[in-house]
T-cell receptor, first 114, second 116 residues
Framework: AQSVTQLDSQVPVFEEAPVELRCNYS??????LFWYVQYPNQGLQLLLK??????LVESINGFEAEFNKSQTSFHLRKPSVHISDTAEYFC????????????FGAGTRLFVKA | KAGVTQTPRYLIKTRGQQVTLSCSPISGHRSVSWYQQTPGQGLQFLFEYFSETQRNKGNFPGRFSGRQFSNSRSEMNVSTLELGDSALYLC???????????????FGPGTRLTVL
């Protein structure tokens, strides 16, 4: 069965500092990997996704994630964070079979301090 | 293009009652998935509907049910509410076609259900 582990429940960081949010998954079949962001009182928004091809994927707002098959990881990074990046971030995995059954990690709350 | 809409946004019920939540997907999307989000359990998959048929189901009791209409709008129903059903219920829509899960899910703002 697939599962997702986000190793940090909270990550405090100063503005303009780099950040890494860690995510490990387990699955016996090929997977698709996602990072979602949730701002307070809102639904989830897709940040980026890995489906196939290049193992490094980027979002339009400066985040990137690298798929590492040998370490079964999909860590999210940003070289310089802004106050507006404060939110909860969810790593998710979906197996390549018919229909959606996305499994989410517990979430990491990123708190950017001035 | 309008996003995913969920109604109502907030709901307060008492134990033993039943509740129906509604989700209108993005126009043209045929897949609707439901998730329950709680502080203790995080985001958990409830079920997915595609073309009026339940295609996938999570590990929830039979009190949780859903359906999808011909216009792709979906409802989920929870009967005999328990205190533990208090949660944010999120709906997500996607095109849903093709065997591989490569299309993006778009989430609604959620319905916050409080059971007293």
């Amino acid at each position: 069965a697939q599962s997702v582990t986000q190793l940090d429940s909270q990550v405090p960081v100063f503005e303009e500092a780099p950040v890494e949010l860690r995510c490990n998954y387990s699955s016996s079949v090929s997977v698709y990997l996602f990072w979602y962001v949730q701002y307070p009182n809102q639904g989830l928004q897709l940040l980026l996704k890995y489906l196939s091809g290049s193992t490094l994927v980027e979002s339009i707002n400066g985040f990137e994630a690298e798929f590492n098959k040998s370490q079964t990881s999909f860590h999210l990074r940003k070289p310089s964070v802004h106050i507006s990046d404060t939110a909860e971030y969810f790593c998710a995995v979906s197996e390549g079979t018919g229909g959606f059954k996305t499994i989410f990690g517990a979430g990491t709350r990123l708190f950017v301090k001035a | 293009k309008a996003g995913v809409t969920q109604t109502p946004r907030y709901l307060i019920k008492t134990r033993g009652q039943q509740v129906t939540l509604s989700c209108s997907p993005i126009s043209g999307h045929r897949s609707v998935s439901w998730y329950q989000q709680t502080p203790g359990q995080g985001l958990q998959f409830l079920f997915e509907y595609f073309s009026e048929t339940q295609r996938n189901k999570g590990n929830f009791p039979g009190r949780f049910s859903g359906r999808q209409f011909s216009n792709s709008r979906s409802e989920m129903n929870v009967s005999t509410l328990e205190l533990g059903d208090s949660a944010l219920y999120l709906c997500a829509s996607s095109l849903g076609v093709g065997r591989k899960r490569t299309d993006t899910q778009y989430f609604g703002p959620g319905t916050r259900l409080t059971v007293l």
